[in-house]
């Protein structure tokens, strides 16, 4: 009677055992549905190849329900997917869209084009953008309480300075940015508390007015303490941006651009510019101590 007693309880803990297994592996099957990525076919004409970061520049059509015609880089993951193809080609890709990310997840050449088709993005003025070591000039802008701001009120502080719109469609441009300046202004508040500033340049004046700038920085828990958002007029704005080689244009009611990120040292001097969107905080915060800002 005792064994038969046993037996039973084991085989009610094993059957419990198993239940509790299949319920904990269905959790995460619904997670990862619900953060599946969207897929969108689309056509378009490459204008810039870059090999090392895997990135093509494509003009392309408009993406119906999404993002209308724009001249955008954007990540090839698989670098074999850059074979055969080149600058001035008609292709049709596959544009996958995460909550986070977005890629070129498959591409065909169905036309070919001419080798030396310049990018559609252009600078407003190539010869003004800055090298390393270079004083950055002072530029004056409006803050998102509609103040002036200018670079250096920042002066005695390492500058971290990057451009966004606060439209923008794509996960790993401006949201992406934004995002790691909010982990930045965690990491550098504890490593050098009053010795930085965050300064996040709007690229869009026209919507992106003080007060939808003020709106979009309570969305990153920004301090404005140590983190400013600017906009300006668009000979200021182009001005700035000319100087660290952002390229941006209005397309459809949006605007095509790439990304630009810079470290200012504390006596105003560039000391480093990420043209893409691979840098982490991590990396800032250790370039920001290689500069000779300590921390405490």
């Given at each position: 009677m005792r064994t038969k007693i046993f037996f039973l309880l084991v085989l009610?803990?094993?059957?419990?055992?198993?239940?509790?297994?299949?319920?904990?592996?269905?959790?995460?099957?619904?997670?990862?549905n619900s953060k599946k990525a969207r897929a969108f076919q689309v056509n378009g004409r490459i204008r810039e190849i870059a090999v090392s970061t895997r990135t093509l520049t494509v003009a392309h059509d408009e993406i119906p329900g999404y993002m209308p015609a724009m001249t955008m880089p954007l990540e090839v993951r698989d670098a074999a997917l850059l074979k055969g193809v080149r600058v001035g080609d008609e292709i049709h890709f596959e544009l996958s869209v995460s909550e986070d990310d977005s890629w070129i997840?498959?591409?065909e050449k169905i036309g070919s084009g001419v080798a030396g088709t310049p990018s559609d993005l252009t600078p407003a003025n190539a010869s003004a953008e800055l090298q390393k070591g270079e004083t950055v000039?002072?530029?004056?802008?409006?803050?998102?309480?509609?103040?002036?701001?200018?670079?250096?009120?920042?002066?005695?502080?390492?500058?971290?300075l990057t451009f966004i719109y606060t439209r923008c469609p794509l996960p790993n441009f401006c949201p992406l940015m934004s995002k790691n300046f909010r982990a930045l202004q965690e990491r550098l508040s504890k490593a050098f508390p009053g010795?930085?500033?965050?300064?996040?340049?709007?690229?869009?004046?026209?919507?992106?007015?003080?007060?939808?700038?003020?709106?979009?920085?309570?969305l990153y828990q920004a301090d404005n303490q140590s983190w400013t958002f600017a906009t300006g007029n668009e000979e200021q704005i182009n001005g700035v941006a000319s100087l660290f080689g952002l390229m941006h244009e209005p397309e459809g009611g949006m605007i095509s651009h790439n990304l630009r990120t810079a470290l200012i040292s504390p006596d105003g001097r560039l000391v480093h510019l990420w043209k893409?969107?691979?840098?982490?905080?991590?990396?800032?915060?250790?370039?920001?101590?290689?500069?000779?800002?300590k921390g405490r």
């Open positions: 009610a803990l094993a059957v419990g055992a198993i239940a509790s297994t299949m319920a904990l592996n269905r959790k995460p099957i619904a997670k990862a997840s498959h591409l000039p002072d530029f004056t802008l409006t803050d998102e309480n509609g103040k002036p701001v200018r670079l250096s009120d920042f002066r005695g502080k390492a500058v971290v010795r930085y500033h965050l300064l996040s340049i709007s690229i869009d004046p026209k919507f992106d007015t003080p007060e939808v700038l003020k709106g979009y920085a309570g893409s969107n691979v840098w982490t905080p991590y990396e800032v915060h250790r370039r920001i101590e290689e500069a000779g800002l």
